[in-house]
């Protein structure tokens, strides 16, 4: 199965520097990776996702970027707020159907202002 | 649209007591998932649905974990006898096929 390991597990920065959260598969069969945001006491919410068929896409200030060669995929983060603290999650699908994904261990930002 | 509903939101029981926990999906979505969420081990997949079957309940910790979706806009996690270990955060999650997954706010457990 897909197996998705996350870094770092915890990032602290200061208000208006950029954050970059990574993540690696194992399964050369994922094709479609989504970056959740979970807030305190709420269930994690879709910020942004891509597809295997570009490298970037970019949703004001976050932007995820695949390079599928190395299995990896990062989300960055420009301009944080401290709003954007949360906890965040990459996940990857693996070779499944129905919609299964495999998520990773999950990355505590914290923007101080 | 409303988004995953989930009750309780809350729930406190006493160890030995039978814990039911509810889903209701979005509409149109024929897939359904059941995570645990605790500070060790993250967030685990439980079981998943699509069409109401069962596809995959590896996840599910041990006998006393069992789930039921008798139809496209319910489904039941029930722990039956509860233990204090089982004291976690349950989510559901729904997608229409291999699409988005949509969390629900979650179901906070603690078992006394």
């Known amino acids: 199965g897909e197996n998705v390991e996350q870094h770092p597990s915890t990032l602290s920065v200061q208000e208006g520097d950029s954050a970059v959260i990574k993540c690696t598969y194992s399964?050369?069969?994922?094709?479609?990776f989504p970056w959740y945001k979970q807030e305190l006491g709420k269930g994690p919410q879709l910020i942004i996702d891509?597809?295997?068929?570009?490298g970037e896409k970019k949703d004001q200030r976050i932007a995820v970027t695949l390079n599928k060669t190395a299995k990896h995929f990062s989300l960055h983060i420009t301009e944080t707020q401290p709003e954007d603290s949360a906890v965040y999650f990459c996940a990857a699908p693996g070779g499944t159907s129905y919609g299964k994904l495999t998520f990773g261990q999950g990355t505590i930002l914290t923007v101080h202002p | 649209d409303a988004g995953v509903i989930q009750s309780p939101r809350h729930e406190v029981t006493e160890m030995g007591q039978e814990v039911t926990l509810r889903c209701k999906p979005i509409s149109g979505h024929n897939s359904l998932f059941w995570y645990r969420q605790t500070m060790m081990r993250g967030l685990e997949l439980l079981i998943y649905f699509n069409n109401n079957v069962p596809i995959d309940d590896s996840g599910m910790p041990e006998d006393r974990f069992s789930a039921k979706m008798p139809n496209a806009s319910f489904s039941t996690l029930k722990i039956q006898p509860s233990e204090p270990r089982d004291s976690a955060v349950y989510f559901c999650?729904?997608?229409?096929?291999?699409?988005?997954?949509?969390f629900g706010p979650g179901t906070r457990l603690l078992v006394l």
């Open positions: 399964d050369s069969a994922s094709n479609y």
């Open positions: 999650a729904s997608s229409r096929g291999v699409e988005t997954q949509y």
């Open positions: 891509i597809r295997s068929n570009v």
